[in-house]
């Protein structure tokens, strides 16, 4: 009996550390102070098909604006440095690091594509369509 007790005191001292922490070791959520930036449309479609196992939805979807290349280089080289390491988490859960960062190319077709670390290619952008009068 004294055993069953021991243990239940441990589980229940596990949950209550669980609930103490900010995040669990199996969230892969985003910080609420933190949400995503996404440079390309795929990048947030990609990042809505992972889920947390223990909350669903990692974050809440946004409006997405162009953002000129530009802008998507320095994403990594300024801001990435100061997010916390859960961000890096839920980030590196929807792009792993044997895939990702994947390198922009400009077809003649006027598409950019992303081009993996493994060589497999996805659809970035597609040309604008030109405005019917």
């Known amino acids: 009996m004294r055993v069953q007790g021991l243990e239940k005191r441990i589980e229940r001292a596990e949950q209550a550390a669980k609930a103490q922490s900010k995040f669990s070791p199996e969230c892969i959520c985003f910080p609420a102070d933190e949400q995503p930036f996404f440079g390309l449309p795929i990048e947030e479609q990609i990042a809505m098909k992972v889920k947390c196992p ?21 994403e990594k080289k300024v801001r990435w440095f100061r997010l916390s390491p859960q961000y890096h988490k839920a980030w590196h859960a929807g792009f792993p690091t044997d895939l990702w960062p994947a390198e922009e190319e400009e077809t003649e077709d006027g598409r950019t594509i992303l081009r993996l670390k493994d060589g497999s290619t996805l659809v970035a952008l597609e040309p604008a369509r030109p405005r019917r009068t």
Do not use: E, Q, S
Not at 54 to 74: C, E, Q
């Open 54 to 74: 223990l909350h669903g939805d990692r974050f809440a979807p946004t409006f997405h604006i162009y953002v000129p290349k530009w802008r998507r280089d320095n």
